[in-house]
């Protein structure tokens, strides 16, 4: 129930996106959404953290900080939430009952055929399904690597994953800026090279060595928001106008529905192998291809194929 309410939520948030700012400012404005979010990841993760560690200084068992952790967290989603639901407007409902729970099968049939009038938005999911696959395995994989191969403590995969949360925000920032200069496509191209040259570091490093772990960590972080801040707001210039909550839910499940793919690469590399470290250079193969399909999608044709209007830097 949790993955499906995520899922609805980041559909109709990323939806919202075309709405709220023009063509020129969606990858300043997606980046700092970002950023905000992990900004407060990163708050919650602090705090849980003094929890969990002084959990004997609170008078609390080690359950029941962990119980407290994850109850907060739903709390803090919980309250931001009043925030759209006050803030936002809904569009207008149609009344043919067209939205109803019943006819969502109906309507992804119904979006997919439409999709297939924009098949340069079709590529674009393509490169995105693969190279975002990519980027989700080494985001799950890492901490197993991290103790399994490195044989690091969990002490230091925790400051390794807050490492990660606070240059996602400076990353996410960044990137945004560069996307100004020279576009979201050519920048996010940038990125998933970094992200292979994060892979190539990680087979080479050392074992026992915390220090190169944090900055692998550090690296992941930079180019971790903006990867996927920049990614959207590219995506939401190829959705035709007024259908952006439909080609959004096809996005998240690009996002989502594949998402097996990249730990059971992984996973087969081990068993094959016996080895980690030839597990997390195999999705290498995720950032070259993904970068290679992504390189070949004409973005501004793309643009104008849904009839939006195209920015100046894309």
């Given at each position: 129930?949790?993955?499906?309410?995520?899922?609805?939520?980041?559909?109709?948030?990323?939806?919202?996106?075309?709405?709220?700012?023009?063509?020129?400012?969606?990858?300043?404005?997606?980046?700092?959404?970002?950023?905000?979010?992990?900004?407060?990841?990163?708050?919650?993760?602090?705090?849980?953290?003094?929890?969990?560690?002084?959990?004997?200084?609170?008078?609390?068992?080690?359950?029941?900080?962990?119980?407290?952790?994850?109850?907060?967290?739903?709390?803090?989603?919980?309250?931001?939430?009043?925030?759209?639901?006050?803030?936002?407007?809904?569009?207008?409902?149609?009344?043919d009952g067209e939205g109803a729970v019943g006819s969502g099968w109906?309507?992804?049939?119904?979006?997919?055929?439409?999709?297939?009038?924009?098949?340069?938005?079709?590529?674009?999911?393509?490169?995105?399904?693969?190279?975002?696959?990519g980027i989700q395995t080494v985001i799950s994989q890492a901490s197993?690597?991290?103790?399994?191969?490195?044989?690091?403590?969990?002490?230091?995969?925790?400051?390794?994953?807050?490492?990660?949360?606070?240059?996602?925000?400076?990353?996410?920032?960044?990137?945004?800026?560069?996307?100004?200069?020279?576009?979201?496509?050519?920048?996010?191209?940038?990125?998933?090279?970094?992200?292979?040259?994060?892979?190539?570091?990680?087979?080479?490093?050392?074992?026992?060595?915390?220090?190169?772990?944090?900055?692998?960590?550090?690296?992941?972080?930079?180019?971790?928001?903006?990867?996927?801040?920049?990614?959207?707001?590219?995506?939401?210039?190829?959705?035709?106008?007024?259908?952006?909550?439909?080609?959004?839910?096809?996005?998240?499940?690009?996002?989502?529905?594949?998402?097996?793919?990249?730990?059971?690469?992984?996973?087969?590399?081990?068993?094959?192998?016996?080895?980690?470290?030839?597990?997390?250079?195999?999705?290498?193969?995720?950032?070259?291809?993904?970068?290679?399909?992504?390189?070949?999608?004409?973005?501004?044709?793309?643009?104008?194929?849904?009839?939006?209007?195209?920015?100046?830097?894309?």
């Amino acid at each position: 129930m949790a993955n499906a309410s995520i899922s609805v939520s980041m559909v109709l948030y990323n939806a919202y996106l075309p709405q709220i700012s023009e063509p020129e400012e969606r990858d300043a404005v997606s980046s700092r959404g970002w950023a905000f979010g992990y900004t407060s990841g990163a708050l919650v993760l602090v705090l849980n953290l003094i929890l969990y560690t002084g959990h004997d200084s609170f008078g609390l068992a080690e359950s029941d900080a962990v119980r407290i952790c994850l109850a907060s967290a739903g709390v803090w989603w919980g309250a931001f939430t009043l925030v759209p639901l006050r803030r936002l407007r809904d569009r207008r409902v149609r009344p043919d009952g067209e939205g109803a729970v019943g006819s969502g099968w109906k309507q992804l049939r119904a979006t997919l055929r439409d999709m297939r009038r924009h098949p340069l938005t079709l590529s674009f999911l393509l490169a995105y399904l693969v190279y975002n696959d990519g980027i989700q395995t080494v985001i799950s994989q890492a901490s197993l690597y991290g103790s399994e191969e490195l044989g690091l403590d969990q002490t230091t995969l925790i400051v390794a994953v807050l490492l990660v949360q606070i240059l996602a925000v400076a990353g996410a920032l960044g990137m945004g800026r560069l996307a100004r200069t020279y576009g979201a496509k050519r920048t996010i191209l940038g990125s998933l090279i970094v992200w292979t040259l994060i892979l190539l570091s990680a087979y080479l490093l050392p074992a026992d060595a915390p220090v190169f772990f944090f900055v692998l960590a550090s690296a992941i972080g930079l180019v971790l928001g903006g990867s996927q801040a920049l990614s959207r707001s590219l995506f939401s210039h190829l959705v035709p106008r007024g259908k952006e909550a439909e080609y959004f839910s096809a996005y998240e499940m690009s996002d989502r529905g594949l998402s097996w793919l990249g730990p059971l690469v992984f996973g087969l590399a081990y068993q094959l192998t016996g080895s980690y470290r030839d597990a997390i250079i195999s999705l290498v193969a995720f950032f070259a291809l993904g970068a290679v399909l992504l390189a070949r999608v004409p973005v501004r044709r793309a643009v104008e194929a849904a009839g939006n209007p195209v920015p100046e830097r894309i």
